[in-house]
């Protein structure tokens, strides 16, 4: 029973590989692993986003989603609400403020 | 806590300039998720340049230097959990570090983290932690449980009646390692045999694993190792969490606890944990119930109160066990002679509270003052067939240790005042066919005692020397010397020596419960003495690069060497057995190694060996201990999705064969060959997880290895015949659970 779960989730996985998911990278200011953390928390469970996936080092996150169910720029404006820019969109100031101390720009500098 | 000294390594980005580095930057103290403030006096330094400062009012510090780089910059301040990062190359940069208090308990480090089992590398001592998302790879249910994916710790079936689990580590029972709940030892006496399951799983936030001798700050119990637990804190507490659990067992578990925080000086948190077994299993169709019947609530409350320069916990545990195994209708609140039947009937009621009080000083910021209280009351009433046990013991504890440096940071002393009382009244009747004794073993134990342990922390390496008296009131002066080194061989290799006494008050009736689960009479020795071990081991770690992923490498050996034992002699004879003192020797050599690497992004294997010569005599010979497994081997499969909605898990778990006893049958032969199979056990667990709750399914023993006949003389259950203790592996075979658990974070 188990292991009909694996290969039944592996299965739906493979299902979903279908040409309108689109793979973006969006720059963020994020800066720790409390922020990769927070921006992940709140996208993986997004209906549309299939992953995300936060890069420490050049602070990009990669995201796969499917464009008939969010578009970009609501993904964008998911991330400001967070407290952090996407590309040129702006973090939106009140989330930010709510953002630990060290999350803030500059926290880390 | 104080041992959860921690390697943090910070990312960092480079750039390149010259040698001359000039490092500036402020260190804060962790208040909450939202606050920080300046931490004036913490001491940062390059650890292979020798050269650093001291932080001021502001918290910054600055240092100029010339320096080989690499180098690592460590930031100490007493009380804090010391931090290091990495220094590449020079840039010019402002540092701004963030040092948690050890008052914050693990699990924010741990998010940073994010690894679930790790060995903590500025530790000296040999301490394997693992965090909640290790504790989540198997719906551990409780304490007992919840090392079943690891392999330093095995779990096992004490016997073939009571349900109850049994732990091992180094070859040894469970009862030589000291167990202790946020650095208050626990789990003596009456709790030795069922008290792990009184600690629910989901309570526990971390486990730390200590091999060979611990501290001495903690009592002198430690003999093959020390494991500590940490509860759930008030202060990071979830504000409400839910785990639901059932099994085709039959087996259904309720978990709840929440928490708040009430100003900011008072948190509080509760738990409730409900379980019962409602379902009659007899797979093997002997008559007797795989899985003992029983209901368990246990219920905890605790309190955190933290101001500037005091800290105050009080916490009070209350638990209760019914459980009612053996023969299938059997009625525990019914006679058992006018039932016919063999029953196992437990009922454990367990009382605790605790408290902790922390002193820090404004003028001597590098001192404090912490005093812990732990009080315990316990009734354990038990019946196996015609042999019944009613205890109950009364145990008080209060340990007051001050810490402070010495000159600087990298000389640490802490020194304090311990004072147990344990009052201790047992009555074990036996109507056994060949054997009617009634034994009254109380006792009294009284012990005030004194400690001191020494740290230095060098730039490479660190050695802690430690040293206990206690005056028993039984058994007069005991003295208890301990020693660890820590030396870094590389940035990425340490390794640890440790060597130290453990010193122990047996108590041949609960260190031998499930030995009830036989007819064959005991014959006890007179005069006991006390348990006396020596423990010295060495262990290896490195950090390394495998195609260029992440791995661990480590390796150890112990030696436990014992000077006292009450050995359980099943080999003189096996129409009884016997219990005495150790006549001739008793020790263990466990070498263990573990290899754990991330072959892809977010897939970990972890695997380990482990080999076990334990020896003792018995019978007039050096004999292999009975049901310790020469080889034990241990591999783990995780995989996390790359959304983190779906994890994996996989474990499977070898027991090498292991010495049985001897006995007779029911037709007056012998068994012959007293070797056990080679127990194989697959485990696995799929999680997926929504936005505020995530639900499981899993497998236990997935090969449905089982014992087809357990017990001997199953049908003349009070027969001189009748064992239940040659149970080394599952009776019931396959298991599958599923469960969910629900979380509120806190806003």
Same mark, same amino acid.
């Given at each position: 029973m188990v292991a009909f779960l694996f290969v039944m989730s592996g299965y739906v996985k493979a299902q979903k590989n279908k040409p309108k998911k689109r793979v973006v990278f969006i720059q963020t200011n994020a800066q720790c692993g409390d922020c990769k953390e927070r921006i992940e928390g709140v996208l993986n469970f997004k209906s549309g986003i299939i992953y995300s996936d936060l890069n420490m080092d050049d602070k990009k996150v990669e995201i796969k989603y499917n464009s008939k169910r969010i578009s970009l720029a609501e993904i964008k404006t998911i991330i400001s609400e967070i407290g952090y820019d996407a590309d040129e969109v702006k973090a939106v100031e009140s989330a930010q403020s709510k953002l630990p101390g060290c999350c803030q720009p500059g926290g880390h500098d | 806590m104080r041992y959860i000294l921690f390697f943090l390594i910070i990312i960092i980005s480079w750039s390149s300039f010259g040698q001359k580095i000039s490092l500036q930057g402020t260190i804060n103290s962790y208040i909450d998720g939202k606050n920080t403030s300046p931490l004036f006096g913490a001491e940062v330094f390059l650890k292979n340049a020798k050269i650093g400062d001291i932080t001021d009012e502001k918290g910054s510090f600055s240092i100029r230097t010339d320096a080989e780089l690499p180098d690592t910059l460590i930031i100490r301040y007493s009380g804090y959990h010391s931090d290091s990062l990495v220094i590449n190359e020079w840039e010019e940069n402002n540092y701004r570090i963030t040092l948690y208090p050890q008052f914050v308990s693990d699990e924010v480090i741990i998010k940073a983290r994010r690894e679930n089992s790790s060995i903590m590398r500025l530790d000296p001592r040999n301490v394997e932690n693992l965090s909640q998302g290790e504790l989540r790879k198997a719906a551990c249910c409780n304490l007992s449980e919840?090392?079943?994916?690891?392999?330093?710790?095995?779990?096992? =079936?004490?016997?073939?009646?009571?349900?109850?689990?049994?732990?091992?580590?180094?070859?040894?029972?469970?009862? &030589?390692?000291?167990?202790?709940?946020?650095?208050?030892?626990?789990?003596?006496?009456?709790?030795?045999?069922?008290?792990?399951?009184?600690?629910?799983?989901?309570?526990?936030?971390?486990?730390?694993?200590? @091999?060979?001798?611990?501290? %001495?700050?903690?009592?002198?119990?430690?003999?093959?190792? =020390?494991?500590?637990l940490e509860y759930m804190k008030p202060d990071n507490i979830e504000r409400l969490f839910v785990n639901g659990y059932g099994s085709i067992q039959g087996r259904g578990e309720l978990n709840i606890h929440g928490g708040k925080e009430l100003n900011n000086k008072w948190s509080t948190a509760w738990f409730v944990h409900g379980a019962s077994v409602f379902q009659e299993n007899d797979r093997n169709k002997d008559g007797f119930r795989d899985v003992p019947l029983g209901d368990i609530l246990i219920a905890m409350n605790r309190w955190?109160?933290?101001?500037?320069?005091?800290?105050?916990?009080?916490? %009070?545990?209350?638990?209760?066990?019914?459980?009612?195994?053996?023969?299938?209708? &059997?009625?525990?609140?019914?006679?058992?002679?006018?039932?016919?039947? &063999?029953?196992?009937g437990i009922r454990n009621t367990n009382a605790e509270v605790f408290g902790k009080t922390g002193f820090l000083f404004e003028k001597d910021i590098f001192s404090s003052v912490g005093v812990v209280y732990y009080a315990k009351y316990n009734e354990l009433n038990t019946v196996f067939g015609n042999r019944t046990l009613n205890a109950v013991e009364k145990r008080g504890y209060v340990n007051a240790m001050h810490e402070t440096i010495l000159g600087n940071t990298n000389h640490k002393l802490k020194s304090g005042l311990s004072f147990v009382y344990d009052d201790l009244e047992q009555t074990m009747d036996d109507r056994l066919p060949n054997d009617t004794t009634v034994r009254q073993f109380d006792r009294t134990e009284i012990v005030p005692g004194v400690f001191s342990e020494y740290t230095y922390t060098g730039s490479r390496s660190i050695v802690v020397l430690g040293a206990r008296a206690d005056y028993h009131n039984l058994y007069a002066w005991q003295f208890t010397p301990r020693a660890n080194y820590k030396l870094s061989l590389t940035e990425k290799m340490d390794i640890r020596l440790t060597a130290g006494r453990g010193f122990r008050v047996s108590n041949y009736v609960t260190d031998n419960l499930s030995l009830m689960a036989t007819n064959l009479p005991w014959y006890v020795d007179n005069d006991i003495q006390p348990e006396v071990s020596w423990n010295f081991g060495g262990s290896w770690m490195w950090d390394f690069k495998l195609f260029d992923r992440k791995a661990t490498w480590t390796a150890d050996l112990y030696h436990t060497l014992f000077e006292n034992q009450l050995v359980v002699d099943r080999d003189e004879s096996s129409d009884y057995i016997r219990m005495g003192n150790l006549d001739g020797s008793s020790f263990s050599n466990v070498?263990?190694?573990?290899?754990?690497?991330?072959?892809? @992004?977010?897939?970990?294997?972890?695997?380990?060996?482990?080999?076990?010569?334990?020896?003792?005599?018995?019978?007039?010979? =050096?004999?292999?201990? =009975?049901?310790?497994?020469?080889?034990?081997?241990? %591999?783990?499969?995780?995989?996390?999705?790359?959304?983190?909605?779906?994890?994996y898990d996989l474990t499977l778990s070898v027991f090498g064969a292991q010495r049985l006893a001897k006995v007779k049958r029911p037709d007056g032969t012998f068994t012959e060959d007293n070797m056990s199979e080679v127990v194989p056990m697959l485990s696995g667990q799929i999680t997926h997880r929504f936005k505020y709750f995530e639900l499981y399914l899993g497998g236990e023993n997935m090969l449905d290895y089982r014992l087809n006949d357990p017990i001997i003389d199953a049908s003349n259950p009070f027969g001189e015949n009748f064992d239940a203790t040659r149970v080394y592996s599952s009776i019931y075979g396959v298991n599958v659970y599923a469960g969910f658990r629900v979380s509120l974070n806190k806003k």
């Open positions: - | 919840s090392f079943e994916t690891n392999a330093t710790v095995d779990v096992s =079936l004490a016997d073939g009646v009571s349900g109850s689990k049994r732990i091992q580590m180094m070859g040894l029972n469970g009862r &030589y390692t000291q167990l202790q709940f946020e650095n208050i030892p626990f789990m003596h006496n009456l709790d030795q045999a069922f008290g792990l399951s009184s600690v629910p799983g989901t309570w526990i936030q971390s486990i730390q694993i200590t @091999k060979g001798a611990g501290t %001495v700050t903690n009592g002198y119990e430690s003999m093959a190792g =020390l494991i500590n955190k109160y933290s101001a500037e320069l005091f800290r105050a916990q009080i916490g %009070v545990k209350i638990s209760h066990t019914d459980q009612q195994g053996g023969q299938i209708g &059997y009625n525990r609140y019914e006679n058992q002679a006018s039932q016919g039947l &063999y029953g196992v070498f263990q190694t573990d290899f754990k690497f991330e072959p892809l @992004k977010r897939f970990e294997i972890k695997a380990a060996y482990k080999f076990l010569d334990v020896r003792a005599t018995t019978g007039g010979q =050096l004999e292999t201990v =009975l049901m310790v497994p020469k080889h034990r081997g241990f %591999v783990n499969f995780a995989y996390e999705s790359r959304n983190h909605r779906w994890a």
